[in-house]
């Protein structure tokens, strides 16, 4: 999983998981309750957990939208053709409940096959549908192009457009200085719909510094784009959906402790942090899953606490042989000099003081910041994470031993085989009960991160 940056900083807005500071922070009625189809029923060799558009792959051919190929794989570098993507967009649309598609659908591409294949509306019932939605503009006014590839730009704009007409008026136009990454806002004709499609979201993912937007994507990029799409139609206006949080480098010593690090989350004090914020999406975070997050009733602990719980983490702290701090080094809480993440910082430092703990906030240039959460110099980081997935799966999955971004050297080989089961439950409970075990490692014995306030 590469990481990004989110907040200020519009490109920051393309990963899920983020630095503070390095500009701050990332007709089928059942969509949601289909990702759990998705994440049990779907898989192919070619796409392992590890691939960084597994989540999408695994939802949208969980709902038929996209499949794979005859051997089993998916091919998820392997090129779009244009027709094909037309299907996709419009069978998006038919999972949202906003298309529908039939014969009565005309094709007003003359270079379009009329049906032929194993699914009878396939391409010119599709494209027909995406012609009269104003989705494609065809290559002219009578051809479409059906065989050739679609670029990235042609995706970005299609999807674009197809939002616009099924949900008019939900894409926010970008401010007057909002800059695209890598000149994408530049070329004439999809130019602006690549700078709207940045800043709403719908590039989460993509990184777009290394990404060529007149070359061909992917299948794998495709999948990712319509799961943007539909994350931006349904979920992700629920909120919080983020989570903020101080990894702790478990390999450190003194933090190599888990009742030390037990120690450090219950004397945080998350209900003054959030108020500190002034801002009022912000709320203590009590555990690693937000509230919003489906079956949260289910998975979370009672273990954290919206205030300090000093008693008892001076108790932890004590058991584990180093009453008052004593013998313990002095923790460095290492941010990126904005001025929420020093406040942050310089509020946990001093609540940590209540249980007898030393630490001292660390200013790291932005520049300086990712190659310090990879040195072994790290000690406490500031990051977040950010749901662009209706499930918890993707908040765990951070934690595998073998997935990046694990910043905190932690990792635990029962945990990674109940995370792996969780794929192949049948039912949202039975999935929510393994959910509530990876939570109580996570938040109640180990505590490789001390979650502060969901927004």
Same mark, same amino acid.
């Given at each position: 999983?590469?990481?990004?940056?989110?907040?200020?900083?519009?490109?920051?807005?393309?990963?899920?998981?983020?630095?503070?500071?390095?500009?701050?922070?990332? %007709?089928?009625?059942?969509?949601?309750?289909?990702?759990?189809?998705?994440?049990?029923?779907?898989?192919?060799?070619?796409?392992?957990?590890?691939?960084?558009?597994?989540?999408?792959?695994?939802?949208?051919?969980?709902?038929?939208?996209?499949?794979?190929?005859?051997?089993?794989?998916?091919?998820?570098?392997?090129?779009?053709?244009?027709?094909?993507?037309?299907?996709?967009?419009?069978?998006?649309?038919?999972?949202?409940?906003?298309?529908?598609?039939?014969?009565?659908?005309? %094709?007003?591409?003359?270079?379009?096959?009329?049906?032929?294949?194993?699914?009878?509306?396939?391409?010119?019932?599709?494209?027909?549908?995406?012609?009269?939605?104003?989705?494609?503009?065809?290559?002219?006014?009578?051809?479409?192009?059906?065989?050739?590839?679609?670029?990235?730009?042609?995706?970005?704009?299609?999807?674009?457009?197809?939002?616009?007409?099924?949900?008019?008026?939900?894409?926010?136009?970008?401010?007057?200085?909002?800059?695209?990454?890598?000149?994408?806002?530049?070329?004439?004709?999809?130019?602006?719909?690549?700078?709207? =499609?940045?800043?709403?979201?719908?590039?989460?993912?993509?990184?777009?510094?290394?990404?060529?937007? /007149?070359?061909?994507?992917?299948?794998?990029?495709?999948?990712?784009?319509?799961?943007?799409?539909?994350? !931006?139609?349904?979920?992700?206006?629920?909120?919080?959906?983020?989570?903020?949080?101080?990894?702790?480098?478990?390999?450190?010593?003194?933090?190599?402790?888990?009742?030390?690090? #037990?120690?450090?989350?219950? =004397?945080?004090?998350?209900?003054?942090?959030?108020?500190?914020?002034?801002?009022?999406?912000?709320?203590?975070?009590?555990?690693?899953?937000?509230?919003?997050?489906?079956?949260?009733?289910?998975?979370?602990?009672?273990?954290?606490?919206?205030?300090?719980?000093?008693? #008892?983490?001076?108790?932890?702290?004590?058991?584990?042989?180093?009453?008052?701090?004593?013998?313990?080094?002095?923790?460095?809480?290492?941010?990126?000099?904005?001025?929420?993440?020093? =406040?942050?910082?310089?509020?946990?430092?001093?609540?940590?003081?209540?249980?007898?703990?030393?630490?001292?906030?660390?200013?790291?240039?932005?520049?300086?910041?990712? =190659?310090?959460?990879?040195?072994?110099?790290?000690?406490?980081?500031?990051?977040?994470?950010? *749901?662009?997935?209706?499930?918890?799966?993707?908040?765990?999955?951070?934690?595998? *031993?073998?997935?990046?971004?694990?910043?905190?050297?932690?990792?635990?080989?029962?945990?990674?085989?109940?995370?792996? #089961?969780?794929?192949?439950?049948?039912?949202?409970?039975?999935?929510?009960?393994?959910?509530?075990?990876?939570? !109580?490692?996570? %938040?109640?014995?180990?505590?490789?991160?001390?979650?502060? /306030?969901?927004?």
């Amino acid at each position: 999983m590469k990481l990004k940056s989110v907040d200020t900083d519009h490109s920051a807005k393309r990963r899920r998981s983020f630095a503070l500071g390095l500009g701050g922070v990332v %007709c089928l009625t059942v969509a949601l309750s289909l990702i759990s189809l998705a994440l049990a029923t779907t898989s192919f060799p070619d796409v392992p957990h590890t691939h960084d558009y597994h989540a999408a792959i695994r939802e949208l051919a969980g709902k038929g939208i996209i499949g794979g190929y005859e051997n089993g794989n998916f091919g998820p570098d392997d090129p779009v053709r244009r027709q094909q993507f037309a299907k996709m967009i419009v069978l998006t649309g038919v999972d949202l409940g906003k298309y529908t598609v039939s014969e009565d659908d005309v %094709c007003p591409f003359k270079d379009v096959e009329i049906g032929g294949y194993t699914d009878p509306f396939f391409p010119d019932n599709y494209v027909a549908v995406c012609a009269a939605k104003r989705i494609t503009l065809g290559t002219t006014p009578t051809t479409f192009d059906p065989w050739n590839f679609i670029t990235r730009y042609q995706v970005i704009s299609m999807v674009v457009r197809a939002i616009n007409d099924m949900q008019p008026g939900l894409l926010e136009t970008p401010p007057a200085d909002f800059a695209a990454t890598a000149g994408w806002g530049n070329d004439p004709v999809h130019g602006a719909n690549a700078a709207l =499609a940045e800043h709403n979201l719908l590039l989460l993912g993509f990184d777009l510094e290394n990404l060529n937007p /007149y070359e061909n994507m992917t299948r794998g990029e495709v999948a990712h784009m319509l799961h943007n799409l539909i994350g !931006k139609m349904t979920y992700w206006s629920n909120t919080p959906r983020i989570v903020y949080y101080l990894g702790l480098n478990t390999q450190h010593p003194g933090l190599d402790d888990p009742h030390v690090r #037990q120690a450090l989350a219950l =004397a945080v004090d998350r209900q003054a942090i959030s108020a500190a914020l002034d801002d009022a999406s912000a709320v203590p975070a009590t555990g690693w899953v937000p509230r919003s997050i489906p079956g949260y009733a289910a998975i979370t602990h009672d273990f954290l606490k919206p205030t300090a719980q000093v008693a #008892q983490a001076a108790v932890l702290l004590a058991n584990a042989g180093h009453a008052g701090g004593a013998g313990l080094p002095e923790i460095k809480i290492q941010v990126t000099p904005s001025g929420q993440n020093i =406040a942050v910082a310089n509020a946990v430092k001093t609540q940590w003081q209540a249980i007898g703990v030393n630490a001292a906030v660390v200013e790291v240039p932005f520049g300086d910041y990712w =190659a310090l959460l990879q040195s072994d110099d790290v000690m406490v980081f500031r990051m977040g994470y950010i *749901a662009d997935f209706n499930d918890a799966y993707e908040f765990f999955n951070l934690f595998r *031993a073998d997935t990046g971004g694990n910043f905190t050297r932690w990792s635990n080989p029962d945990y990674d085989q109940i995370l792996d #089961q969780s794929l192949l439950t049948a039912t949202d409970e039975e999935r929510w009960a393994l959910y509530s075990a990876l939570e !109580k490692t996570l %938040c109640v014995d180990e505590l490789p991160v001390i979650p502060l /306030y969901w927004k």
